[in-house]
């Protein structure tokens, strides 16, 4: 929760202390609307210097990816990139790539990723463009991104379709579902129909399905009256 820092400014022929105080609200693992759990075989892999971006270099901003996905999704502190790939048989063909960053206008520039529930599989990659081999690289059925706006987290999971993820709006804490504004960048369009958006690509497409509900102090799902709905307020926004 929270976290104090003091320290000593010396100016002569003055002494000032300093303190500042790191806060963050508390965490909590919501129950799921539909009693889905986590597909066993999707998992969320730590980046221990194995992966390169398309011009060789290491991107070590990229925090977890990953595999046996429809699109690699590879996920940074606070931004999520969907990577679609048209992969020709042919050697004589061009493959392509095409890369959808899922940007949250105006979050936490300060917030970052953590994984939870570790699973028991592990990766090893002996690479010839790293000098080392990587080994043991865990894979985790959750990833959390504390207080991503003031008062509402980010928790991605996974069900048998594939990614799924919740933005949990802590009211006591401030948290405002309106701050969530979410910018597609290198999308070709985006559409709502209900309280579904489609994200387009020139590769293919994803749904995003919304839901809302309430969960009491004791962990209990509350239903609501209402149903959500995507609202456009911008090009790809």
Same mark, same amino acid.
């Given at each position: 929760?929270?976290?104090?820092?003091?320290?000593?400014?010396?100016?002569?022929?003055?002494?000032?202390?300093?303190?500042?105080?790191?806060?963050?609200?508390?965490?909590?693992?919501?129950?799921?609307?539909?009693?889905?759990?986590?597909?066993?075989?999707?998992?969320?892999?730590?980046?221990?210097?194995?992966?390169?971006?398309?011009?060789?270099?290491?991107?070590?901003?990229?925090?977890?990816?990953?595999?046996?996905? @429809?699109?690699?999704?590879?996920?940074? *502190?606070?931004?999520?990139? !969907?990577?679609? $790939?048209?992969?020709? %048989?042919? &050697? #004589?063909?061009?493959?392509?790539?095409?890369?959808?960053?899922?940007?949250?206008?105006?979050?936490?520039?300060?917030?970052?990723?953590?994984?939870?529930?570790?699973?028991?599989?592990?990766?090893?990659?002996?690479?010839?463009?790293?000098?080392?081999?990587?080994?043991?690289?865990?894979?985790?059925?959750?990833?959390?991104?504390?207080?991503?706006?003031?008062?509402?987290?980010?928790?991605?999971?996974?069900?048998?379709?594939?990614?799924?993820?919740?933005?949990?709006?802590?009211? @006591?804490?401030?948290?405002?579902?309106? *701050?969530?504004?979410?910018? !597609?960048?290198? $999308?070709?369009?985006? %559409?709502? &129909? #209900?309280?579904?958006?489609?994200?387009?690509?020139?590769?293919?497409?994803?749904?995003?399905?919304?839901?809302?509900?309430?969960?009491?102090?004791?962990?209990?799902?509350?239903?609501?009256?209402?149903?959500?709905?995507?609202?456009?307020?911008?090009?790809?926004?």
């Amino acid at each position: 929760g929270r976290l104090f820092i003091t320290g000593l400014s010396f100016s002569t022929p003055a002494v000032n202390i300093i303190t500042i105080r790191y806060d963050q609200t508390p965490v909590y693992t919501v129950p799921d609307l539909q009693n889905e759990v986590p597909a066993s075989n999707f998992h969320f892999y730590e980046n221990k210097g194995q992966l390169i971006d398309v011009n060789g270099n290491v991107i070590p901003g990229i925090k977890y990816y990953t595999e046996n996905t @429809p699109q690699k999704l590879y996920f940074s *502190d606070t931004t999520l990139s !969907y990577v679609f $790939a048209r992969v020709d %048989t042919l &050697a #004589a063909t061009i493959d392509t790539l095409h890369r959808v960053d899922m940007i949250l206008n105006n979050s936490n520039e300060h917030a970052t990723i953590n994984s939870n529930e570790a699973g028991t599989d592990r990766l090893n990659y002996f690479l010839g463009y790293i000098p080392n081999p990587v080994t043991d690289v865990r894979g985790f059925k959750q990833l959390t991104i504390p207080d991503i706006y003031n008062g509402i987290d980010l928790q991605y999971t996974s069900n048998q379709n594939g990614l799924k993820y919740y933005f949990v709006v802590k009211q @006591p804490f401030g948290g405002n579902p309106r *701050d969530i504004e979410i910018f !597609y960048a290198g $999308a070709t369009s985006i %559409t709502t &129909a #209900a309280n579904t958006l489609t994200v387009n690509t020139p590769l293919g497409s994803f749904n995003l399905e919304a839901h809302a509900y309430q969960v009491n102090p004791v962990g209990n799902i509350i239903p609501l009256s209402w149903n959500p709905a995507y609202n456009v307020v911008g090009t790809n926004t």
